[in-house]
């Protein structure tokens, strides 16, 4: 597993343990137990890290480096390989990077065009936003006692331990060669979860829905982050603000 020092990396080690997999966890320095070293940015020990590896889930990524971690990091994982070992190799990938104009997520989608034309058996897995990355938009939106966010964008946010649980799930099935979708149970606004984080972690915050112009705001305005297929976690935002 590439990125299990990652939030959704730390909550996967124990499913695909318990599901009877034996898991070996690959960073750049290869601490903890289980742990070995490898990294995506240069290549350095990617081959001994990944040898023998029968599946591959693929979780790592760099926002402020995608391009030579999430893109080129992708190609030299594919090279590193042991094709004749290989079983299944899911790539854990966002929805809407083929449809929303986001840098970070041209690179994903870049990421994944490696995987499609690898000629591997790979699952490209596209999940919606954790409830914690939106508390933490949020919480960095926040100007005082006012808290702007864009009219009319729509997201979908799920919860990170049920998209550990179906990753498990997805790698004990056969590989799709293609993408399959994930998200959480409801389909809302930015400013319904902006009141509803409001009210739980900053009482008195006033929400402002602010008109977003440009392709990046029609996108989201448009679904473009909420998917339009695939299986659904179940626990709300708002359960997750309430514990």
Known sequence: MTGGTGRLGQRLIGPLQEAGHSVRQMSRRGTGPGGVRGDLATGFDLATALAGAEVVVHAASDRGDAWQVDVAGTRRLVEALDRDRLRHLLYVSIVGVDRIPYGYYRAKFAAEQVLLASGLPVTLLRVTQFHHLVDVLLDGARRGPVLPVPMGWRVQ????????????????????????????????????????????????????????????????RDGAAVPTGGERGRRTYGQHLHG
């Open 157 to 220: 946010p799920v919860d990170v331990g049920e998209v550990a649980q179906h990753v498990v799930d997805v790698v004990g099935r056969p590989p799709t060669g293609g993408v399959v979708e994930y998200g959480g149970p409801e389909d809302l606004s930015a400013a319904d979860l902006a009141r509803a984080w409001a009210v739980a972690r900053a009482p008195g915050t006033h929400v402002v829905a602010t008109p977003l112009p440009g392709k990046l705001g029609a996108a989201f």
